[in-house]
């Protein structure tokens, strides 16, 4: 009966560890999001906490908002078209007295769409603020009762959003700064059951003493689980002339706790991120080049604690990110404007990999256009194609040193990213 319960608690600790950190393996490493604006997306958000061509810079940079001389306001929509594969994948259980059963999976992904909208209102000359709504982190996996080994799979889905209060201040014609108060809600679901291959004997049900079965029995569902966290967000823009300016930015982003509606209650730590833009319009030429690098610091992410849950902490050890990335905008005529860029973002994680956080290196590869409606108005389009790499994935459910299951394989993830976005001047 110990055994049983000491079995049904490792199994839970893993699936709850899985699915709480689970990914966004398709948009940035770890679970970043980098849906923004279509704007940035249509140039791998090269040079984006500096060029400033519309209101969705203070998501990059508050300070930045000093660049507007008048009220800005833009609204958009991204989609996310996360394509997950679990390739050459054998889940074994020593309790069935067999190995290498075939868990592969051609598709955990789904289609997410991501909102936002910024608006900047200059005060004067030297002051402005803004207020936005977007989001920086969330994933969506999920596999289904087809996927042998159901324990390291299921069902993941965590959603957040950054409402955001800011305001900039112009020093002089070259500084400028800024800060701002983001107010983070995160909401999860989480589900997972034991695989139906896991174990062909009867156990003994630690409630009612019975013989029962376990395989394919429910272990976790947990729906709608939420919380709220306060971080804030500082920067800094600089400006040599109107067409050479850098842009430095930090955000802080809090531990979000979040409960469910059974008082389990989930800790889970979040990255501050670091970036650096840059932003040249080559002189007497429609021609502009910008670039960003920016760090996350994923190496808090070194384990969840928990409350009211079988486990009261379970170790990740990811490592710090870093995003690279590069782009050109075209400025063809007062019509349109052209944009593409490259990104190149780290895998978060480092020696620990999994299922069903299918992280690695990844490569950005996008483009888009302004069209201007007129002086005052214009619509943006972005596209972004996400190659992630081949990782090798080894995991292990144990109790009391005992083996239960296993499995091991291959994890891919691509994406496809489209963002339409309206701005206007006032």
Same mark, same amino acid.
């Given at each position: 009966m110990n055994n049983t319960r000491l079995f049904k608690k490792s199994l839970l600790a893993v699936t709850i560890t899985t699915a709480t950190i689970a990914s966004q393996p398709v948009l940035a490493a770890g679970f970043q999001l980098n849906a923004q604006s279509a704007t940035g997306l249509g140039r791998a958000f090269a040079g984006d906490a500096v060029i400033a061509d519309n209101a969705s810079?203070?998501?990059? @940079?508050?300070?930045?908002?000093?660049?507007? &001389?008048?009220?800005?306001?833009?609204l958009g929509l991204v989609s996310i078209t996360s394509m997950i594969e679990v390739k050459d994948a054998k889940y074994a259980s020593p309790n069935n007295s067999f190995a290498g059963v075939d868990s592969n999976y051609d598709d955990a992904g789904d289609t997410s769409f991501v909102p @936002?909208?910024?608006l #900047? %209102?200059? #005060? @004067?000359? /030297?002051?402005?603020?803004? %207020?936005?709504?977007?989001? @920086? !982190? *969330?994933? /969506?996996?999920? !596999? &289904?009762?087809?996927?042998?080994?159901?324990?390291? *799979? *299921? /069902?993941?889905e965590i959603m957040s959003m950054n409402l955001g209060l800011a305001g900039s201040y112009r020093v002089n014609e070259q500084w400028s700064f800024g800060a701002g108060l983001d107010l983070i809600y995160g909401q999860g679901t989480l589900q997972r059951t034991f695989s139906d291959q896991l174990y062909t004997g009867p156990v003994v049900d630690p409630t009612t003493g019975l013989l029962s079965a376990i395989n394919g029995s429910e272990i976790m569902n947990i729906d709608g689980a939420d919380g709220w966290g306060v971080g804030f967000n500082i920067g800094t823009v600089y400006e040599l002339d109107e067409n050479n300016r850098f842009g430095l930015s930090y955000r802080y982003s809090p531990d979000i706790e979040a409960e469910d509606d059974k008082g389990q209650k989930i800790t889970l730590p979040l990255p501050d991120m670091a970036e650096f833009s840059g932003y040249h319009r080559i002189e007497d030429t429609k021609f502009a080049v910008h670039y960003s690098v920016q760090w996350i610091g994923w190496g808090t992410f070194d384990k969840i604690t928990f409350e009211n849950a079988p486990i009261s902490e379970k170790e990740y050890k990811w490592q710090d990110g870093m995003h690279y990335s590069i782009g050109g905008t075209y400025y063809m005529n007062s019509d349109w404007t052209l944009r593409a860029g490259y990104m190149h973002d780290t895998s978060a994680q480092d020696e620990v990999t999994s299922i069903s956080v299918p992280d690695s290196d990844r490569n950005w590869f996008s483009a888009g256009f302004t069209y201007h409606i007129d002086d005052a108005s214009n619509v943006d389009f972005g596209f972004t194609y996400l190659l992630g790499d081949d990782v090798k994935v080894n995991e292990t459910t144990e109790t009391s040193g005992t083996t239960v299951s296993s499995i091991s394989g291959t994890t891919h993830a691509d994406a496809i990213l489209v963002g339409l976005q309206y701005s206007r001047s006032f």
């Amino acid at each position: 009966m110990n055994n049983t319960r000491l079995f049904k608690k490792s199994l839970l600790a893993v699936t709850i560890t899985t699915a709480t950190i689970a990914s966004q393996p398709v948009l940035a490493a770890g679970f970043q999001l980098n849906a923004q604006s279509a704007t940035g997306l249509g140039r791998a958000f090269a040079g984006d906490a500096v060029i400033a061509d519309n209101a969705s810079v203070m998501a990059r @940079n508050p300070a930045a908002m000093a660049l507007f &001389d008048q009220m800005e306001l833009s609204l958009g929509l991204v989609s996310i078209t996360s394509m997950i594969e679990v390739k050459d994948a054998k889940y074994a259980s020593p309790n069935n007295s067999f190995a290498g059963v075939d868990s592969n999976y051609d598709d955990a992904g789904d289609t997410s769409f991501v909102p @936002n909208i910024h608006l #900047v %209102v200059p #005060v @004067n000359e /030297k002051f402005a603020w803004g %207020v936005n709504a977007y989001s @920086n !982190f *969330g994933t /969506k996996t999920e !596999f &289904d009762s087809s996927f042998v080994g159901s324990e390291y *799979g *299921g /069902k993941t889905e965590i959603m957040s959003m950054n409402l955001g209060l800011a305001g900039s201040y112009r020093v002089n014609e070259q500084w400028s700064f800024g800060a701002g108060l983001d107010l983070i809600y995160g909401q999860g679901t989480l589900q997972r059951t034991f695989s139906d291959q896991l174990y062909t004997g009867p156990v003994v049900d630690p409630t009612t003493g019975l013989l029962s079965a376990i395989n394919g029995s429910e272990i976790m569902n947990i729906d709608g689980a939420d919380g709220w966290g306060v971080g804030f967000n500082i920067g800094t823009v600089y400006e040599l002339d109107e067409n050479n300016r850098f842009g430095l930015s930090y955000r802080y982003s809090p531990d979000i706790e979040a409960e469910d509606d059974k008082g389990q209650k989930i800790t889970l730590p979040l990255p501050d991120m670091a970036e650096f833009s840059g932003y040249h319009r080559i002189e007497d030429t429609k021609f502009a080049v910008h670039y960003s690098v920016q760090w996350i610091g994923w190496g808090t992410f070194d384990k969840i604690t928990f409350e009211n849950a079988p486990i009261s902490e379970k170790e990740y050890k990811w490592q710090d990110g870093m995003h690279y990335s590069i782009g050109g905008t075209y400025y063809m005529n007062s019509d349109w404007t052209l944009r593409a860029g490259y990104m190149h973002d780290t895998s978060a994680q480092d020696e620990v990999t999994s299922i069903s956080v299918p992280d690695s290196d990844r490569n950005w590869f996008s483009a888009g256009f302004t069209y201007h409606i007129d002086d005052a108005s214009n619509v943006d389009f972005g596209f972004t194609y996400l190659l992630g790499d081949d990782v090798k994935v080894n995991e292990t459910t144990e109790t009391s040193g005992t083996t239960v299951s296993s499995i091991s394989g291959t994890t891919h993830a691509d994406a496809i990213l489209v963002g339409l976005q309206y701005s206007r001047s006032f």
